[in-house]
């Protein structure tokens, strides 16, 4: 199963935590001056330390179509940057471990570990035990005073990056999350939008992530992070809980018309999807939305993503094929949800 | 049963047919110069002319209260005016007949048979079953040469106005209607909103009705006015299959998010209601809308009106109560329609 397909902690708040350690090899220059036969044998050399023994698998990226490629990113399993090259270029993955390290992106090689809700520790635990493996095996740039060394210069030291996948309806719906943002230098945070940066923040989805590598160990890096992305989820449930005593009916409506709409329209673009997903997300947080949970809806946002979805079709589909076959997939699904709350006779409430 | 709650011939195009004489009695003047006394007695002797015996039920509309008077105007079953005035005036019924005579309206007497569908020959039928039952009780002002005398000068002869309430969604989203209501006064009608003279066209209804009374018998405005309606009828029905053609996918998209809206919101006012309804009415028609019928829906449009809406739950509501309320009683309705196709198995069609 994917990271999205599984329960996780905090999902009210938290869609996802990624923790990704950037680490390259002594003996390659880094990859903009790496030929073609230099990444050819980082990826053996990488498949050698991370093998099926160990549960990983390897996908050559640079025979795969840019569909597959693209559905990839969707799932948040390699970078849109990754997705765009053309040099030789692998994926080594555990679905189990959720371990996904992906092979001659911006470094040598970038651990990553993705798991649902808020959950750095266990994901942090995860890619230091693919780090150890490959330590054990290769020979990895680190230098005593600068720590691991890495193509750009903001990864240096620790290499490590967590971000966690925050879901802030209430804070964008009153705008303030406008100055949480002007706050977050001072906390140590970046933010970014679904997909990496440049990107906006559709479903009122939002990337945090550490800004600084350098100078700190990993656990003080998990530790501000954990406590400056707890206070944004303080705040977005207490806004929560204000709107709801403000607003209950405009509110309820807001919710129940986007559950509507995903239980019937005909055609859905991706624009209105990330909207009904928001509304509906905020409907689970607030009790007014059953039958539907966090993971259910998480994982039909990103099936019902352009690239994910024409995978599950086999061949290319038009724009306005995939909104037919989007609306259908949310049609089938929410109605299913609404159907079995149905049959459970939980009739009394709304659904 | 009200006339809205049976079938009706035609209803893809037509929602009603009425009938109406108007008639006034000899030994009274009109009614702008009608006494207390004489309204009375014209009460007393229209209740003696169509008693119990012949299925007949008296209102005193006098007694009346606001609501109930508007309630009564929302059924179409009195006028606007009627329901303001403040001198004696009663409804003396027949709803098996479907037959409602205004006591001391703009007439003495205006009998009214109104049916669902394209119906006008039964509706005159019953409409002329009440008036020869009045003839031979009262007496009636008649002239060899005017025919029967009434207040305004536009109903003199026959006193007869028929008309039809007619849906054209097609029409209306090309904008054709506009030509077609150039040419009214051509083919002898004249067009009005829903409820009466200067309203307008909500949910793509359209009252069309003969305009000339006089020099004419009964049954030349009849077959005028059935000539004419058919042939608007059939531009009608001609324009949804050109717009099915051409934009399919679109049609079925706004259908089905209309049929959503309806399951789903939690407030919905008048004017959505209106629009909703043309929606899903042309979805019906289209054979888009399965488990709901016109019949049904033409119901749920005037039980979700604010005074019949009121009127269900006894006690003042404030606007948004009666959002609310009116959002219930829909997404009840339609939800109960969509459970029923379920249920019996229609699984594979969209409903």
Redesign the interface.
Known sequence: MLWYETEGPERDVFVSTRVRLARNLVDYPFEPRLSEAGAKEIIEKAKSALGEDQGYTCRDLSAAGDNEKLALVEKHLISPEFARKNTPCALIENEEKQVYVMVCEEDHLRIQCIRPGFDPKEAMDAALEADAAIDAHLHIAFDEKLGYLTHCPTNLGTGLRISVMMFLPALTMTGRIKSIQGQLSKIGLTVRGTTGEGSAAKGCLYQFSNCVTQGVTEEEILSNLREAAGSIARAERETRKQLLENNE??L??RV??A???M?????IDTEELYRLYADVRLGIALGICEGVSYTQLDALLIRCMPATLTSQFGKDLSS?QRD?AR?EILRTSMRQAA?EV?NSEKKGR?V
Do not use: L, P
């Not at 239980?263 to 055609?267: D, E, K, P, V």
């Open positions: 009916d405009a309820r409506d129940m018309r559950m509507g709409t239980r019937s329209a005909y055609m306005t037919k609306a159907q149905i709304i």
